[in-house]
Every structure is written in structure tokens, then in C-alpha cells.
């Protein structure tokens, strides 16, 4: 490091957070730690006669490009403090400030008012991000973080108590339990895709076991990711939760730092990289990735009632879901019947074909590769696309080979390609020897066909005719198996995933039973095995 460097990174060594631009400059002045947010027209006491960090820099004969600024306006963090902000949360979290139940019920308390403050802000920066209406920002994303909230608030007393365990006779006289304690320092990287959701969800649990949390937002969304800061800051200090917004370089930054626990939310190519960056400190890991969840659809089927709850599935954030129907599996005696009806509960869903409410593509780049993908098979249904809105209309691919390029990548878009199958044995193996998917759907009034699909295949979770809504509960946990990931969360899960459970004895001392100590002879021998059979 230069000395202007170190100089300089002396000045930032407290500097957390960057508001009100210059107008000379450009570079924001900066607020301080001690100093959380700076009024408009005030300037921080350490930067004293100086107007912004750049006339300090010109004047010392510093580089204030040193100073590296994340993309979005306004308040922003310092990415290049990222090691900075890892050794405040760690010293803050030696304190012991967050293993105090009350600490964590008044974070998780803050957290619930601050989200109902800012729901119109963070409704509208989802709107402008994905084009998505205030009523599906809310029922996917506040809606869902809200009710964790609750959930959590009513059960943490409970969940936080020792748990008593039966002991062993051979441990006479002892008692046992199990009590769970934070890792230490969590980091959480969220997508684009539903960005307040998988943000705060599992930032519940990481504030409901004890940790410290950094938060790492997907820049493809960066109103959501703003709005997101902004309430982080908001409701807590930076030292016991932080927000730090960018790219690609600010990942690789973070995944660098020793983390105690990282949940990850995204792209199975991602996550591979995430888990081989933790191996490196041995850091456990939690990895909600995706894949191509199956939709079977059999004879029995209620036909109509399928149909809307598929074209819900598949229309929610337009298709940019982990959990979407990924391809529908159909019997061949019904598909004829089947497609008019899923046809019939799209135009349903957007009547004189006003696509004003579909949520868009979210970056050029997906919009391409979805482009790609609709050359494979015979669009039966849809097929339009408007790259001026970014949007693509819900379509419906049928005669495609299980080679064609739709079929071996998740779609995460308002695509639907169409297989058949013949036989159950047909559909079991089709989906068996592919990768575990995320999410599996089973549309059939057969309660043994859907025993078997149930216990026969591998996958995170699933419905029986529905889709989705599997996942918005607070009562079960979700997550993936194999390539769609491991671990899960939700409710009381939330909590587990963000905790080590320790297993204690404690031994009394009024009897010492002499059995185990040495010298072993044959007395002692039978004893044990009296004891332990």
C-alpha cells in the first residue's frame, strides 16, 4: 500500500457511508461512524472546512479515486471498506450485545416498523427494477417477509430456551439438553429476482439466532437494492448489520473475508463458486439455487383448476422464479384438452392481450437468452416479445426434444415447453434421471399416483395441484437437494439454519461411578455391559 493510500484509508477507517454528492465533484461527502445519517446542507465535523472528500484529498495531495462508489445514487456504502465493516461486526459481536433475547426481539421488532414505513419506497423501486404492481410486490415479497416476522417474533422466546433431552442411565445422575447458539458473523447474498424477500427472510433468522449480518444485494436490481439500504441503515447499526451494494468485484471482496456462516440465494453456477470459497475457511453454507421443476399433469387431473394455478405459477414475476413450473409433464390422453385450457387462463389473466401488469425481463442479456431459447420446438401459444418494454409474452412450446436447448437449462422466463409421457414408469423416469429440481408439481385426483411421485422422486418441495405456494408458509422449511441446493429456511427453520445446536450433560457430582475409570478388570467389565447394551 502507498503511503497516499494508507493515509488515506487512515481517513476512511471509520467511514461507513456515503450521502449528499458535491456538486463540484461528484464524490459524496461522507458520514462517519458516530454520525449515521448528515442533514441536508451539514457536513460531517471530521471533514471540518473541507466541502466533500475530494477538496480533502486535493488539498493533502490524495488520490480520491481511491475511493472506490458503488453504482446506485444516494446513500451508498463503501465497498472498499468491506474488510472494515467484517472487523466491526466481529468486534461488535464479541460484546455479546446479540445474544441477549431482548436485543434480538427489538432488532426484530425495528425491522417490522421500518419495513411498514418504507413499503411505498420499497413498492415503488420493485415497480421500476421488474415492472412489478404494488399488489404482486406486496403478496410476493413484503406480504411474505411480514408474516416471517410475526412468526418469528411470537416464537423466539420459545425457540431460544435449552431443550431437555433423555439421558442415558450410564450418565447417572446428569441431566441434558440442547441449546442453540449463533455462528458469529453471517453473510447473505440475495438475487435480483424477488430482492426484498430473499434479503430480509433470511436476515430474520440470522437476527433471531444472534449474528451479525452483511447483506449483499444483486446490482441488477438497484432501486430495490437502494430502498433495501436505506432501511438497513435505517433500523440498525452498521456494526451489527450492514448493506453492501455493487457487482461482481464488491462478491468477490466479501467471499475474500472469513465469514462464519454464508447463505447464498441464486444461479447453481454461482453457488458452486460461493461453496469453493468457503471451503477455503471450512465456512458452512446454505445455497438456494434452482433448476428445472417439473409440472405432471395425468388423466385424473382437474383440468380447469390446473390450468390457473399453472399459469399463475408460471406468470408470477414473469416467470423469474426458482420455484416456477420449469416445463409441464403431461399425459397424452388429456393434452389435447389440457392446452385450450391453460391457453383460455392466460388471456384470463390479461385480458384484451394488456401486458401492462407482466413484470419485465430483467436486463438485456436474459432477455437475449430467452430469445434463444423460444427457436426451440412450435410456439402453440404467445411467442411475442417487445424488447422496447423488455417483456416477453407467456408462451407455450410444444413438439420439443429433451436435446433442444430449452430443455437443459432452467428457463427462469414466461416460457412453457410441453412433454408427454405415457405411463407413470414414463413420467417417473423422465424426471428421475435428470438433476434434483427445486420444486416438483403434481396435478391428480390419484392419491397413488401422487404417493408415488411424492416419495419415489428427489426434490425440494413441491404441491399437489398447485404450485408456489409451497414456499409461503411459515411453518415448513424450503430449500433444495442435490444441484438445487441444501439447507432450508422459512419460520422456525430460518432460526436453525443461523444456529449451531450444542448438545451439554450436566454431571452431577454426588455419585462418581468408579465403572469407567481405570483399572479395568472383569467387575467392571460386566458392569459396563449392564449398563450399555
Keep these: 500500500m502507498s503511503e497516499d493510500e494508507k493515509t488515506y484509508a487512515d481517513l476512511l477507517s471509520n467511514a461507513l457511508i456515503l450521502e449528499l454528492e458535491c456538486s463540484e465533484c461528484e464524490i459524496p461527502l461522507l458520514a462517519f461512524n458516530g454520525i449515521s445519517h448528515l442533514e441536508s446542507g451539514k457536513q460531517s465535523s471530521k471533514i471540518g472546512k473541507y466541502e466533500c472528500a475530494s477538496a480533502y484529498a486535493k488539498s493533502e495531495k490524495l488520490q480520491p479515486d481511491l475511493l472506490r462508489r458503488s453504482a446506485c445514487e444516494g446513500m451508498m456504502v463503501i465497498n472498499a471498506k468491506i474488510g472494515e465493516i467484517v472487523s466491526h461486526q466481529r468486534a461488535f459481536f464479541e460484546k455479546g450485545e446479540s445474544l441477549n433475547l431482548s436485543f434480538r426481539m427489538d432488532a426484530l421488532q425495528k425491522l417490522q416498523m421500518g419495513l411498514i414505513e418504507n413499503e411505498s419506497e420499497i413498492l415503488d423501486a420493485l415497480l421500476e427494477d421488474l415492472c412489478k404492481t404494488h399488489i404482486e410486490g406486496y403478496m410476493t415479497e413484503i406480504g411474505i417477509v411480514r408474516e416471517d416476522l410475526r412468526f418469528a ?99 468477490q471482496d466479501l467471499l475474500a473475508e472469513k465469514f462464519d456462516y454464508i447463505f447464498f440465494t441464486g444461479s447453481a453456477s454461482v453457488g458452486r463458486h460461493v461453496m469453493e470459497c468457503a471451503s477455503k475457511t471450512l465456512t458452512p453454507v446454505s445455497l438456494e439455487l434452482g433448476g428445472k421443476s417439473p409440472c ?125 409421457y405415457d405411463s407413470e414408469d414414463e413420467a417417473v423416469k423422465f424426471v428421475s434421471s435428470r438433476p434434483h429440481p427445486l420444486a416438483l408439481y403434481i396435478f391428480s385426483e390419484d392419491r397413488a399416483a401422487q404417493r408415488r411421485f411424492i416419495n419415489t422422486l428427489s426434490f425440494g418441495g413441491g404441491c399437489i395441484n398447485d404450485t408456489i405456494i409451497h414456499l409461503a408458509t411459515t411453518h415448513m422449511g424450503f430449500g433444495g437437494v442435490g444441484e438445487s441446493g441444501m439447507g432450508s429456511y422459512h419460520g422456525k427453520r430460518s432460526f436453525d439454519s443461523f444456529s449451531h445446536t450444542k448438545s451439554i450433560v450436566d454431571k452431577s457430582t454426588l455419585i462418581d461411578l468408579p465403572m469407567r475409570y481405570h483399572p479395568y478388570n472383569e467387575r467392571k467389565d460386566k458392569l459396563i455391559r449392564l449398563f450399555i447394551k
Aim: hydrophobic share 40%; aromatic share 8%; net charge positive.
Design 296 to 420: 405432471i399433469v395425468d388423466r385424473t387431473a382437474n383440468l380447469q383448476v390446473a390450468a390457473k394455478r399453472i399459469a399463475f405459477g408460471k406468470l408470477l414475476n414473469a416467470g423469474q422464479t426458482c420455484v416456477a413450473p420449469d416445463y409441464l409433464l403431461i399425459e397424452r390422453k388429456v393434452k389435447d384438452k389440457f392446452l385450450p385450457e391453460l391457453f383460455a387462463a392466460f388471456d384470463l389473466s390479461f385480458p384484451g392481450k394488456d401486458y401492462a401488469n407482466l413484470p419485465k425481463i430483467v436486463s438485456n442479456k436474459h432477455f437475449q437468452r430467452l430469445k434463444g431459447l423460444m427457436k426451440s420446438g412450435r410456439a402453440v401459444y404467445g411467442g411475442e416479445i417487445d424488447e422496447a418494454s423488455g417483456r416477453i409474452m407467456p408462451t407455450v412450446i410444444d413438439d420439443v426434444e429433451t436435446d433442444d436447448p430449452i430443455m437443459k437449462e432452467e428457463i427462469f422466463g414466461p416460457l412453457l415447453p410441453v412433454v408427454t
Design 153 to 251: 417474533i411470537r416464537h423466539l422466546p420459545g425457540w431460544v430456551k435449552p431443550k431437555p433431552k433423555r439421558t442415558p442411565i450410564a450418565q447417572f445422575i446428569s441431566k441434558s439438553y440442547e441449546v442453540c447458539s449463533p455462528y458469529g458473523l453471517a453473510l447473505v447474498m440475495s438475487p435480483w429476482n424477488y430482492p426484498i424477500q430473499l434479503s430480509l427472510v433470511p436476515l430474520i433468522g440470522s437476527i433471531s439466532a444472534g449474528n451479525c449480518t452483511i447483506l449483499k444485494p444483486s446490482a441488477l436490481a438497484p432501486k430495490s437494492s437502494e430502498a433495501l439500504s436505506k432501511l438497513i441503515r435505517k433500523c440498525f447499526r452498521p456494526e451489527y448489520i450492514a448493506v453492501v451494494e455493487g457487482g461482481r468485484e464488491e462478491n
